[in-house]
T-cell receptor, first 112, second 113 residues
């Protein structure tokens, strides 16, 4: 059965800490891996990863994919209270059925 | 540039009824996807429409259906509502089908009593 697993499921850190969120997957017909940040309601897009070993960066956030070991990490450096959110990992598949599979999310709380 | 809009934002229905949700994508976006989010199952893909055709489908029963109009606006319909259909329904739009960033709307919160 295709699945996406995230760890940890919940995390509490202090402002200024660096965090690493993990996403592993077992899916057929892998096309890309996606990271989203969800605050309150609508998820917002962070990264799309298709190739192994190429780090994508956006400010204090960065992410990398390992297609051999089937995982990705999302790093957040110098965390701020505004980083508090649920971080979702999803795999987009090259298939017309069950095209996108999401992980359960990691709930990150950053305390002052 | 206006974002993705969804209507209504909140809805309360009774078991057995049907419901129609609406999504207006970002101007110029031709792909619209629908997702269901519940505390128990998380975020699950329902279906994706492109150029008025359903291109991809998730693992949901036939009670869940949708359509897309020529202006890319999309509707989702759920018939014979069940208590388990209570969820946040999210719509996302993108320029195309593959390799494009998706932008999510605020969602419709459906409560079935």
């Amino acid at each position: 059965e295709d699945k996406v697993v995230q760890s940890p499921l919940s995390l509490v850190v202090h402002e200024g800490d660096t965090v690493t969120l993990n996403c592993s997957y077992e899916v057929t017909n892998f096309r890309s891996l996606l990271w989203y940040k969800q605050e309150k309601k609508a998820p917002t897009f962070l990264f799309m990863l298709t190739s192994s070993g190429i780090e994508k960066k956006s400010g204090r956030l960065s992410s990398i994919l390992d297609k051999k070991e089937l995982f990705s990490i999302l790093n957040i450096t110098a965390t701020q209270t505004g980083d508090s959110a649920i971080y979702l990992c999803a795999v987009d598949r090259e298939t017309s059925y069950d095209k996108v599979i999401f992980g359960p999310g990691t709930s990150l709380s950053v305390i002052p | 540039k206006a974002g993705v809009t969804q209507t209504p934002r909140y809805l309360i229905k009774t078991r057995g009824q049907q419901v129609t949700l609406s999504c207006s994508p970002i101007s110029g976006h031709r792909s619209v996807s629908w997702y269901q989010q519940t505390p128990g199952q998380g975020l699950q893909f329902l279906f994706e429409y492109f150029s008025e055709t359903q291109r991809n489908k998730g693992n949901f029963p036939g009670r869940f259906s949708g359509r897309q109009f020529s202006n890319s606006r999309s509707e989702m319909n759920v018939s014979t509502l069940e208590l388990g259909d209570s969820a946040l329904y999210l719509c996302a739009s993108s320029l195309g089908l593959v390799g494009y960033e998706q932008y999510f709307g605020p969602g419709t919160r459906l409560t079935v009593t």
